[in-house]
């Protein structure tokens, strides 16, 4: 461990000049030092919550800029312009839309049938016109979710300015200046360390190292990186682009697909699609204008409408429009989605890893009892532990409860030492100039504590472990108050002419003195929540700094299945394997180091599991990161809400279920309709291949098919698209897909082509064509229909009514005689058109029977 010392660039601050000096009994006496040391947690696990705080001085003499300088920095143009980018802006939301390479081909088809065909035959590039406008609606609507969240979320650093310090946006931070850090903080600018008080950063985000880094004044610090241990503050030296982050980020957009199979796997169908539909479209065009030498503008307008539906046009928009409106409907729950995958990824969740503090448990604890140990005297313990408490300005849960507790008790001894708590060592320290007060002091005046984990601070054979034990068992946490006598822990408290309280040594000669017990606070809606992932079969697992035997029986207490086997994490197997074996075989872990936390999330992906964790703390980010999904609460570290793709800003993990249900909604949903447009696709495709080797027209118009795709596709598929669906995202998206979609538009093209057939060798005369169209389109809808009722189950009443509706309405088109001529459909005779449901009901049967064969012969998984 390395020893360090406090730190403070300016020297010892002159008496007086702290805020507070001469202040009346129960404020900090005027001659001691404030210190910046982080909060003291002797649980384990560092969970800084930072609440708006009112403007305060500073604690050392750096006072910042002033006013003056900074107008004068913002008149220079020297300010943090970065936009925060949660979102696409409108143009890129418009372009994205509007600018497809599918959208193009039809514009220029659409172009050319205004000039060969009616009206009728142009409806298609009217669906695509509304299409695209219901695309950039809900993006539009998605933005307005995500950019007023962001602000919510928004990281709000303290900037020292005219002596006093203050939160302020980080777009407001100008070149200069003087920016405060604390436990958590994330570092926004670059700059320059000017004081530090054991001060650690994590620049593991930026250069991959994996240990924390300690800084001294003059060191360099750079925007990305986060405060592990200590505080301190520095100068900007790099602001808006110029700063590291900003430009490793300036390509970067939260709002984005990027990295998400159903994405990728929607562009890898799209890229074979072209690939057919290119030259079977060139074999269509000479069929049709060069072989059969029909009318031209007839000719045309049939070869168009062979080439429209083999697009698949509104897949890509109905995705797009998937996750927009899961993007509001997560907004309204105050869900911050930093990375739109993060929703489709949830839904691949089978295991999910909780951090307990501020996840299981509320953020806040209070002191139900403190017990002394070897005779201490109580009131004396009182007062050392409402001085621990109160030399942090910014307190985590668990000291905010001692402080509670021991505010008006405190000893106001001036704080001569502190040693910042380590998630690794789990214990913190302080020395105070007591000048040998109750006999506990040193020749130098000074008396050195600890307060950290019992199990770690004492022997195992230590009597005290058993009581621990016994309230652990009871979900309590418990700390230790241990004293460090005099020569254990160097003459300074710290490092200097000894060994220093973060040494084995302190640790290992400090006597034991109180015990302090405090009540963890339950989440109400944390029992439903496990509840719910174990009816869907996603594995939690409970992973905290604390001690096992604590969290498990928290974790107990919530209902969680196997809480009763918990498993000490310093006797986890370091390598890998091992290590999973443990985590498929327990379900609560205590001890775990933030290194451990990590490498326990890659243990569960070796085993190639889908991992999401959650957090609050610094001691989290690490994890976070690596995970699948990483899941922060809004009141967690700056550092843990920027490395998360879902931050809950409500801090409610009750929301977490809604977040899961959005997902698999989303990927389920589109799966089944993808089915239904990539069947269309097949078809089309097919149908195209044998009219040009039969040598015949193409049996449809553009206007028929309009029809067809808005009744069994368009229609049917928006509603899909967004109805419930509880079940799990399962992996090979375009496998899952085209093993049911080639299949049917094979049987479907071939019952179509097959009626055609008979319905050339059946009608003669001038309108024959018209008659043979009927008939195919009335065995191709049939077909089709059948399509849509398998991918509508599991029926549902709603599910029945959009199916039965969508048949009544082709019912209509056919019995009114005007919609008979806008649609260019009129069934002739009886002969052809029961043939025609014959063949469609022969197909349907083959439909049935070959999902059912695929569903066991190419299982999806």
């Not at 009219?691 to 118009?701: G, K, R, S, T």
Request: with cysteine.
């Amino acid at each position: 461990m390395t020893q360090r010392a406090k730190i403070n660039a300016d020297g010892p601050e002159p008496p007086g000049s702290r805020p507070g000096a001469g202040a009346p009994p129960g404020s900090r006496p005027s001659g001691a030092p404030a210190p910046t040391t982080p909060a003291i947690d002797a649980g384990a696990e560092l969970d800084p919550v930072h609440p708006m705080t009112p403007p305060r001085r500073p604690a050392g003499r750096h006072t910042g800029l002033t006013a003056a300088e900074v107008a004068a920095h913002v008149a220079r143009g020297e300010v943090n312009d970065v936009p925060v980018r949660s979102s696409r802006s409108t143009t890129e939301i418009v372009r994205a839309n509007v600018f497809t390479r599918f959208n193009a081909i039809i514009g220029v088809l659409w172009v050319i049938m205004f000039f060969v065909a009616p009206i009728q035959d142009t409806l298609f590039g009217f669906v695509i016109i509304a299409n695209t406008g219901i695309g950039i609606i809900q993006e539009l609507r998605a933005k307005k979710t995500l950019d007023g969240l962001a602000v919510i979320g928004e990281a709000r650093p303290t900037v020292r300015r005219d002596g006093v310090a203050a939160e302020i946006s980080t777009s407001g931070i100008v070149l200069g200046d003087l920016i405060e850090l604390g436990p958590g903080d994330k570092v926004v600018v670059d700059g320059v360390v000017a004081e530090a008080d054991s001060l650690e950063i994590d620049e593991s985000l930026l250069t991959g190292e994996a240990d924390p880094v300690l800084k001294r004044p003059g060191d360099p610090v750079m925007s990305g990186s986060f405060v592990v241990v200590g505080g301190g503050a520095f100068h900007a030296t790099k602001v808006g682009r110029d700063a590291y982050a900003a430009q490793l980020a300036e390509e970067a957009s939260r709002f984005t697909l990027v990295d998400s199979e159903l994405r990728n796997g929607i562009s890898t169908i799209l890229k074979y699609v072209t690939w057919m539909m290119i030259p079977t479209a060139i074999g269509l065009i000479l069929s049709q204008l060069v072989v059969k030498q029909n009318d031209f503008k007839n000719s045309i307008a049939r070869t168009v409408g062979g080439i429209v539906p083999m697009i698949p046009e509104g897949l890509v928009l109905l995705t797009s429009v998937a996750f927009a409106i899961g993007v509001v409907r997560l907004g309204r729950l105050k869900v911050l989605v930093q990375e739109l995958p993060a929703i489709e990824g949830l839904a691949r969740v089978d295991v999910v890893c909780l951090d307990k503090t501020g996840t299981l448990t509320e953020g806040g604890m209070d002191v139900s009892e403190l017990r002394p140990l070897g005779g201490a005297d109580v009131s004396y313990v009182r007062q050392v532990l409402g001085a621990i408490g109160e030399s942090d300005p910014r307190p985590n849960p668990s000291l905010q409860a001692i402080i509670d507790a021991y505010r008006g008790e405190r000893g106001r001894w001036p704080v001569a030492a502190a040693l910042p708590f380590s998630s690794v060592r789990k214990y913190s320290g302080a020395a105070f100039e007591e000048n040998g007060a109750a006999g506990t002091g040193s020749g130098d005046g000074l008396s050195r504590w600890l307060l950290g984990a019992p199990d770690v601070l004492l022997p195992a054979d230590d009597p005290a472990l058993a009581e621990v034990d016994h309230l652990n068992r009871q979900g309590m946490r418990v700390l230790l108050l241990a004293h460090v006598p005099p020569g254990a822990g160097g003459t300074d408290g710290v490092s200097t002419g000894g060994p220093g309280l973060d040494s084995p040594e302190a640790a290992s000669a400090a006597r034991a003195t109180a015990l302090v017990v405090l009540e963890q606070r339950l989440r109400p809606d944390a029992a439903d929540t496990l509840t719910y992932f174990a009816d869907q079969d996603v594995a939690a697992k409970v992973i905290s700094g604390d001690n096992a035997v604590s969290v498990g029986a928290v974790a107990g207490k919530l209902g969680l299945s196997g809480a009763e086997r918990t498993v000490d994490a310093r006797h986890l197997p370091a390598e890998r394997e091992g290590m999973a074996d443990a985590l498929d075989a327990g379900a609560v872990f205590g001890r775990v180091t933030p290194q451990q936390k990590r490498d326990m999330v890659g243990a569960l992906q070796s085993r190639g599991h889908t991992v999401a964790m959650t957090g609050d703390g610094v001691n989290d980010v690490l994890a976070l990161k690596d995970a699948d999904i990483g899941v922060s609460m809004g009141s967690g570290s700056e550092a843990t809400r920027a490395v998360a793709q879902i931050v809950l800003l409500n801090n409610s993990f009750a929301t977490l279920p809604s977040v899961v249900a959005e997902g698999r909604r989303v990927i389920g949903n589109i799966t089944r309709v993808a089915t239904l447009f990539l069947t269309k696709t097949v078809y089309s495709v097919l149908l195209a291949i044998l009219v040009a080797c039969f040598q015949v027209e193409y049996p449809f118009l553009p206007r028929h098919l309009t029809l067809l795709s808005t009744l069994t596709i368009g229609i049917p598929a928006f509603f899909l698209a967004l109805a419930p669906n509880k079940e799990r995202a399962q992996p090979h998206f375009v496998r899952r897909v085209m093993r049911y979609a080639v299949p049917s538009g094979i049987i479907a093209a071939i019952a179509t082509f097959a009626t055609y057939l008979l319905a050339r060798h059946s009608y003669n005369g001038s309108d024959s064509l018209g008659a043979e169209t009927s008939a195919a389109t009335l065995t191709l809808f049939l077909v089709s229909m059948w399509v849509l009722a398998i991918v509508a189950r599991p029926y549902t009443w709603w599910r029945i009514c959009l199916v039965v509706s969508m048949g009544l309405a082709f019912l209509v088109v056919l019995a009114v005689p005007a919609l008979q001529h806008f649609f260019a459909l009129k069934l002739v005779g009886t002969t052809v058109p029961w043939a025609a449901v014959g063949i469609a009901v022969v197909a349907s049967v083959a439909l049935e029977m070959c999902w059912r064969w695929v569903g066991r012969r190419f299982p999806a998984s």
